[in-house]
């Protein structure tokens, strides 16, 4: 059985379940003072074991991808479960079909949920015996996803978490206002694999340096791509006329995997109705393939070394 566990504030409600330390809903209050549930929800847990859409999963070992031919570490050639001619978010039952341990639940001005997750040596192909822990914090309008991990052998570590975001609760992302701060998106090949190159997103449907609705001056045609975060606040931002939500996403990580699918199993799903391009993803991680890439930020985990990626989500009202 899975386990559901709710925070709340005055401002937000988190509902969680154990099952992949994942987000079930997260509601906050549109202008009319309504709430409104910001992510795309299964109506059954059931539907989060076969959760192929990764929805509001904790997502490791390594979130994104890893080449077919697997990666180096000390000198060590690793193996890992391919499908498409590439390893995806930690192999074949990675973290988010795993049931996470409810560590501690706090309630309060800034009540907080953490949950973790212990992973043997070679689990999934992976060295080391690895401990992860996912903490949500709800503090004023904010949440934070902190994602911390400790290994006992050298290891690669890349944790995020895989919420699809619609600020209406409902309909389309077409008629979101959106802003990244990037300049550049990570070049890939075929099967989705980082070349190790940047692609300028000037003046392609990728550019969103300036605020635009997403499906303005551009033909929206789907993004599932890795954008180079430039260090400049906000890193990205989203925002709804329709509820006057506005969602500011914050992050210690390199990089932001954003991903819109055209479409979702609407029949399993309980944000209703569902439009054509009905959410977005904002997986804030260090680059897909980095163990095969000098010229990426590592995402190798010393032993013994802390690993944290932290993600703060602020909505405010307009
Ligand atoms: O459905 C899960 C999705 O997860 C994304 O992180 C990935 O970039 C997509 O290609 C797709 O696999």
New binding site residues.
């Given amino acids: 059985m899975m386990k559901k566990y709710t925070i709340e504030n005055s401002l937000i409600k988190l509902v969680t379940i154990d099952y992949g330390a994942t987000i079930h809903q997260l509601i906050t209050k549109d202008r009319n003072g309504n709430d409104v549930n910001v992510v795309i929800s299964f109506k059954e847990l059931e539907n989060y074991k076969h959760n ?3 929805l509001g999963a904790s997502v490791g070992r390594f ?2 991808r890893i080449r077919k031919e697997g990666f180096k570490l000390n000198g060590k050639q690793y193996d890992l479960y391919t499908k498409n001619d590439a390893h ?2 930690g192999g074949k039952e990675g973290f988010s079909f795993k049931t996470w341990e409810m560590e501690s639940i706090t309630e309060g001005e800034n009540p907080s949920i953490k949950y973790s997750y212990f992973s043997k040596d070679m689990e999934e192909g992976y060295p080391g015996n690895l401990k992860v822990y996912v903490t949500y914090t709800l503090i004023k309008n904010e949440l934070t996803i902190l994602f911390e991990g400790e290994s006992d052998q050298d290891t690669v570590l890349n944790l995020t978490n ?1 919420n699809y975001y619609n600020l209406n609760g409902k309909g389309s992302i077409l008629d979101h206002e959106l802003q990244i701060n990037a300049k550049n998106i990570l070049d890939t090949d075929e099967n ?1 694999i980082p070349t190790g190159k940047y692609k300028a997103v000037e003046s392609t449907h990728y550019d969103f340096r300036e605020k635009r609705k997403i499906n303005s001056d551009y033909e929206f045609k789907g993004i ?1 791509d890795t954008y180079v975060l430039d260090e400049k606040e906000p890193l990205a931002k989203i925002y709804s006329e329709e509820s006057g939500i506005e969602m500011i996403v914050a992050s210690n990580q390199p990089g932001v ?1 954003v ?1 819109t ?1 055209e479409t979702m199993d609407e029949s399993k799903i309980s944000n209703k109705p569902l439009e054509r391009y009905p959410s977005i ?1 904002f ?1 804030t991680e260090k680059f897909s393939d980095s163990p095969n890439h000098n010229n990426f930020l590592s995402t190798e985990l010393k032993k013994g070394e802390h690993y944290t990626n932290e993600t703060t989500l602020t909505f405010n009202l307009k």
């Fill in positions: 192929s859409n990764y979130a994104g995806l978010h895989h989705a599932d995997v991903y699918p993803c997986e």
